[in-house]
């Protein structure tokens, strides 16, 4: 069972920047769509960046702000957020869809994200 650990949320005002990570448990992110999502309250989740051996691709609102990475050598994907604002408060979730298998898919426990103005 892939285990998929998030870090990095916290408080941050208006602004500002912060870095997620999302550590796998076993190397997951080569060959696979990884991707960060978040959900604020009442609301649905919603992709905010995914990676893949083909690049990457960004949501409207995220384009431009935030950068995803992946470091396949230490089995972490990255979300380097910058200009924050408070719409962008949520619990930011990451998430490894196998393309060779579509029934598995991996997330990770999320971590909060709150944006001050």
């Known amino acids: 069972q892939v285990q998929l650990v998030e870090s990095g949320g916290g408080l941050v005002q208006a602004g500002g920047s912060l870095r997620l990570s999302c550590r796998a448990s076993e190397t997951i992110f080569s060959g696979n769509v990884a991707g960060w999502y978040r959900q604020a309250p009442g609301k649905q989740r919603e992709m905010v960046a995914v990676?893949?051996?083909?690049?990457?691709n960004y949501a409207r609102a995220s384009k431009g702000r935030f950068t995803i990475s992946a470091d396949n050598a230490k089995n972490t994907m990255y979300l380097q957020m910058d200009r924050l604002n408070p719409e962008d408060t949520a619990v930011y979730y990451c998430?490894?869809?196998?393309?060779?298998?579509?029934?598995?898919?991996?997330w990770g426990q999320g971590t909060q994200v709150t944006v001050s103005s």
């Open positions: 998430n490894v869809q196998y393309l060779i298998d579509s029934t598995r898919s991996y």
């Open positions: 990676i893949s051996d083909y690049g990457q």
